[in-house]
């Protein structure tokens, strides 16, 4: 289930016939309209903003914090797993399954989510690891014709 958001509006953006067919005038507190946003519309900028409010009053319980000088790195404050985020993408480094299992509960908690325990995939690249070596290689197959 997803968390409502709220969000300070100023009257004057709105259209008049909005502000008369809703008779936003009346709702108005010194100029402003308080509205409780139950999700997003695809493609604007707000979302992606507000998805990740949503996710951070999630992991941040959780003992999540972002990285001071790395946007998008995720560490844990007592727990052997960090994670990269770009846009719905983790890439998670993690030491023993316990600590991976805890963060795949605490988002499954409120999202649905699949998990590829090969690490295969992130952001559209593929990723052919070889542990042995500890290397990793990256590739994009098709993408140039």
């Not at 139950?38 to 998805?51: F, R």
């Not at 649905?112 to 990723?127: K, P």
Request: hydrophobic share 40%.
């Amino acid at each position: 289930m997803e968390c409502a958001e709220f969000a300070r509006v100023p009257l004057s953006t709105f259209p008049q016939c909005i502000i008369d067919q809703c008779d936003l005038t009346s709702l108005a507190r010194k100029g402003f309209v308080y509205i409780q946003i139950d999700g997003g519309m695809y493609s604007l900028p707000q979302d992606s903003l507000l998805a990740n409010q949503q996710l951070m009053r999630k992991l941040i319980p959780a003992g999540f914090v972002e990285a001071r000088h790395t946007p998008g790195l995720f560490v844990h404050t007592s727990k052997p797993i960090m994670f990269a985020l770009i846009v719905d993408d983790f890439g998670i480094q993690y030491v023993g399954k316990p600590a991976a299992d805890f963060l795949i509960s605490t988002l499954r908690s409120d999202y649905t989510i699949t998990v590829d325990w090969t690490g295969a995939e992130f952001c559209g690249l593929h990723l052919e690891w070889d542990y042995t070596k500890r290397s990793v290689e990256l590739s994009m197959p098709g993408y140039v014709a």
